[in-house]
């Protein structure tokens, strides 16, 4: 998109300066419903709308935010 202003367009994250993203952990669902989330992401599968991607191996733990060292 060439003719658009990019403070419009383009999305930042406010993040603090010195400081990394964090990424959150999964939230859980309520048990009896998983079945039905199990049936429903098969079935988003097989339809080809949804694709599922293989854990990244040897990735670095999770650390809180803070100050880059």
């Known amino acids: 998109m060439p003719d658009l202003d990019r403070s ?5 994250l406010p993040i603090k300066p010195g400081y990394r993203p964090f990424q959150q952990g999964a939230r859980r669902c309520n048990p009896k419903v998983l079945p039905d989330i199990k049936t429903e992401i098969t079935r988003l599968i097989e339809a080809k709308c949804c694709t599922v991607k293989p854990p990244i ?8 935010a803070g100050p880059s060292s």
């Not at 419009?8 to 930042?12: F, K, P, Y």
């Open 8 to 12: 419009i367009v383009e999305h930042r």
């Open 57 to 64: 191996l040897g990735t670095p733990p999770r650390h809180r």
